[in-house]
């Protein structure tokens, strides 16, 4: 292998990062804070990045193409990479930013999973209820969601189904197709 492997770029590397740039473009429009009323702080915007990111992240496994896994794992490396260099910019210690990064991650995957079985089961009041309890830390089982997490449900199934339909060939091309604001659900 030798000393070369380590520059050596990985397979989807730069897929990955086009991928993950195009779902925090998503993740930060405009209308979701204002029109939905995500709050517009660090917590709400790493919510939904963590939300468009997952969503990304399950079309691609779903995929039967073998390329689909390796990709998936692209993205995720490419969002922890981000978030590890944001946190730097941000001032936190090196010291500190191992353990902030893997309580990033481990919040990633609890949501994910809650998103991940709310979308196989295209349950959008379980989808709510999901989103309510994270994105505005809310809402506790047994409360109803808010009409606003109603909204943004509704808003993830259509961009799940969107991306459900979207050719393999685009996202290996790095170009994910993401619902505009004028496509989504009222």
Not at 40 to 46: I, Q, Y
Not at 89 to 107: C, I, L, P, T, Y
Not at 121 to 144: E, I, K, S, Y
Not at 154 to 161: F, K, S
Request: aromatic letters at 8%; glycine letters at 6%; zero cysteines.
């Amino acid at each position: 292998m030798g000393l070369f492997a380590l520059f050596r770029r990985k397979p989807h590397e730069r897929t990955g990062f086009a991928l993950y740039t195009a779902a925090v473009a998503t993740a930060r429009s405009p209308f979701l804070f204002e029109g939905i009323g995500v709050p517009d702080t660090l917590d709400g915007r790493f919510d939904l990045i963590n939300l468009h990111v997952a969503l990304l992240v399950r079309r691609l496994r779903a995929d039967p193409d073998p390329r689909g896994a390796a990709l998936a794992q692209a993205v995720f490396d490419a969002m922890f990479a981000d978030m590890d260099l944001n946190l730097r910019e941000m001032g936190v210690s090196d010291m500190v930013v191992g353990k902030r990064v893997k309580r990033m991650w481990e919040a990633f995957h609890g949501r994910a999973i809650a998103y991940e079985e709310a979308l196989d089961a295209r349950d959008a009041a379980a989808l709510a209820q999901a989103l309510a309890r994270n994105v505005w830390r809310g809402a506790t089982p047994g409360t109803a969601p808010t009409a606003s997490a109603e909204r943004l449900a509704a808003i993830v199934l259509a961009q799940d189904r969107a991306l459900a339909a979207q050719p393999f060939a685009s996202l290996l091309a790095g170009k994910p197709a993401f619902l505009a604001e004028t496509e989504l659900p009222a």
